[in-house]
């Protein structure tokens, strides 16, 4: 087993697994998965809700926004529909780069880089901290003369200092030209979401599992799209981003187009 892997204490990518029906977990990762639901039962929602719009916005941008690169980070463990296989479905040509920092990722990347022939896909381990190495880390793979989706789904909630966040997000599209889209998932505490019962399943987590987590609020999610124009509908629960199904999750999703 990678020694980086620690088993006495549960981690985000293993316990998101468990929530979406995944297999790759361990029995601290269930526990602690278990008694987060139990704090705030939609949890489960949420999960589900982030992967049905990681699906609806990558066929989006691959079919009417032509994108043909995605710079993935905080990739997760492979489920059902990960991105490569969203975007190659409509355009099999796609690249794919995906970043990851947990150790058990790295272990299933494999499964991560099975592309279609015409495409291509890469895993970098690599923390979100860096923005810089990952773009480094992406030159490879993605022409960054050429329009890129960069995708954050879930993962800026775990760079706790609001400005630091904001600073990732700059570097990243900074890195890349007109015409490229940035797509974030976020959880929230807003009541309009039905965010209050996140509180305490969050207070739980941070003081039980790692990495530790934060919630932002609207105006703090709408601000890493600063100098962005959002698609239709704008800021809203991800469970709602073009979609009336399922029930409204506290978790902010947005695309922005860089101009
Ligand atoms: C909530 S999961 C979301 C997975 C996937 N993006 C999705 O939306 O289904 C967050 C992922 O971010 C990763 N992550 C957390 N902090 C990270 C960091 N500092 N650098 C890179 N990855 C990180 C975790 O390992 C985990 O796989």
């Given at each position: 087993?990678?020694?980086?892997?620690?088993?006495?204490?549960?981690h985000n990518a293993?316990?998101w697994?468990?929530?979406?029906?995944?297999?790759?977990?361990?029995?601290?990762?269930?526990?602690?998965?278990?008694?987060?639901?139990?704090?705030?039962?939609?949890?489960?929602?949420?999960?589900?809700?982030?992967?049905?719009?990681?699906?609806?916005?990558?066929?989006?941008?691959?079919?009417?926004?032509?994108?043909?690169?995605?710079?993935d980070i905080g990739t997760g463990l492979p489920?059902?529909?990960?991105?490569?296989?969203?975007?190659?479905?409509?355009?099999?040509?796609?690249?794919?780069v995906y970043v990851d920092n947990d150790p058990i990722v790295l272990t299933h990347a494999?499964?991560l880089?099975?592309?279609?022939?015409?495409?291509?896909?890469?895993y970098v381990d690599a923390d979100a901290?860096?923005?810089?190495?990952i773009?480094?880390?992406?030159?490879?793979?993605?022409?960054?003369?050429?329009?890129?989706?960069?995708?954050m789904l879930g993962i800026?909630?775990f760079?706790?200092?609001?400005?630091?966040?904001?600073?990732?997000?700059?570097?990243?599209?900074?890195?890349?030209?007109?015409?490229?889209?940035?797509?974030?998932?976020?959880?929230?505490?807003?009541?309009?979401?039905?965010?209050?019962?996140?509180?305490?399943?969050?207070?739980?987590?941070?003081?039980?599992?790692?990495?530790?987590?934060?919630?932002?609020?609207?105006?703090?999610?709408?601000?890493?799209?600063?100098?962005?124009?959002?698609?239709?509908?704008?800021?809203?629960?991800?469970?709602?981003?073009?979609?009336?199904?399922?029930?409204?999750?506290?978790?902010?999703?947005?695309?922005?187009?860089?101009?």
């Amino acid at each position: 087993m990678n020694d980086r892997i620690r088993t006495d204490i549960a981690h985000n990518a293993r316990v998101w697994n468990y929530w979406l029906g995944g297999k790759d977990n361990y029995p601290v990762d269930r526990a602690v998965g278990d008694q987060v639901t139990g704090f705030y039962p939609s949890i489960g929602e949420v999960a589900r809700a982030d992967r049905a719009f990681l699906g609806r916005v990558v066929t989006h941008l691959a079919a009417e926004a032509d994108l043909r690169q995605f710079l993935d980070i905080g990739t997760g463990l492979p489920t059902a529909d990960n991105t490569h296989e969203v975007a190659q479905r409509v355009a099999p040509d796609a690249r794919i780069v995906y970043v990851d920092n947990d150790p058990i990722v790295l272990t299933h990347a494999r499964a991560l880089l099975t592309s279609a022939p015409e495409g291509v896909t890469e895993y970098v381990d690599a923390d979100a901290h860096d923005p810089e190495r990952i773009v480094a880390a992406s030159l490879g793979t993605l022409d960054l003369s050429r329009p890129v989706a960069v995708m954050m789904l879930g993962i800026l909630n775990f760079v706790l200092d609001t400005d630091e966040a904001g600073s990732i997000v700059r570097t990243l599209m900074a890195a890349v030209p007109s015409g490229s889209h940035l797509v974030l998932t976020h959880p929230t505490l807003e009541p309009e979401l039905g965010g209050e019962g996140n509180k305490a399943a969050m207070d739980f987590w941070n003081e039980n599992a790692t990495p530790p987590i934060t919630a932002r609020t609207r105006e703090e999610f709408t601000s890493f799209f600063d100098g962005l124009d959002l698609l239709e509908p704008g800021i809203v629960s991800c469970s709602r981003w073009r979609s009336e199904e399922g029930p409204v999750v506290a978790q902010f999703g947005a695309v922005g187009r860089k101009p």
